[in-house]
């Protein structure tokens, strides 16, 4: 259920200061593939802990990583939808992203967070709070390709995607969901409007709402980008914290924050 947003000072971009970690200019994509993400494997982050992953049914596994992927003959851990963007305020939202950055591997970025700062579009100037989740050794230098649903999209570990995204070569979502085999909408580029995420799964159409709402339909914006303690809220979700290293890791906030809903729901489309 979704809660109206109550201003909260200690959810407050302020308290999400980064020291020393990556920072620098970006760019993103948008993918959501149902497949296990990289960073739900063992021995990728410095505490030991990983990004938590789901059955078939949503529900999660607490398997330690153990179970294959669902992208995977016999396998069965697949993404989970509560790791799906939300708005935390006009301004601001959280997430997750396939993330690579340059001078970097997966053991430093997985389960860090960054704050993004949106300079293109429709929602230039907002904020999103991503946490590591994947690993993209398909896209570029400080690429964060973030985890939404628009269709079946490209795997962010494995296959090559457009620019404007689109079902790729791994695509659990049609185990998962019995999504068609070029997912949800076009094949590359997902849905077009607002109306079109009504026909997802449950589980994903908040997802695919908050692209249209929050998101303003925004295609692949350019970002500034500084990493971040981690909202605990995020943690919470995903299940995966990082030891100190370039910055204090240790989460921030409440463990618990509602969903922000605009006033009046546009129709936006792309």
Known sequence: ????????????????ASSQGASGTGQTTRYWDCCKPSCAWTQKTNSGKLIGTCSKSD???????ATRSGCDSG??????????????DESLSYGWAAVRL?????????????????????IAGKKMVVQASNTGGDLGQNHF???????CLLSATRSLRSPVAGV??????????????????ERYGGVSSRSACDSFPD??????????????GAD???????????????????????????INETPTGPSSVGTWTPAATGSASV
Not at 59 to 65: A, E, I, K, Y
Not at 75 to 88: E, I, L, T
Not at 203 to 216: A, N, S
């Open 1 to 16: 259920m979704q809660i109206k947003h109550v201003p909260l000072a200690a959810i407050s971009l302020a308290g999400l």
């Open 59 to 65: 529900t999660p596994l607490n398997d330690n990583g």
């Open 75 to 88: 396998g069965s851990a697949y993404m989970c939808s509560g790791q799906s963007p939300w708005a935390v």
């Open 102 to 122: 340059a001078g970097q591997t997966e053991t430093t970025w997985c389960c860090a967070c960054y704050e993004l700062t949106f300079t293109s579009g429709p």
């Open 145 to 151: 390709d973030l985890a939404l649903q628009v269709s």
């Open 168 to 185: 790729g070569i791994f695509n659990a979502c049609t185990t998962q969901y019995g999504a068609p085999s070029n997912g949800w909408g």
């Open 203 to 216: 589980h994903l159409k908040e997802g695919c709402y908050w692209r249209f709402d929050w998101f303003g």
């Open 220 to 246: 692949n914006p350019g970002v500034t980008f500084k990493q971040v303690a981690c909202p605990a809220a995020i943690v919470a979700k995903s299940g995966c914290s990082r030891n100190n290293d370039a």
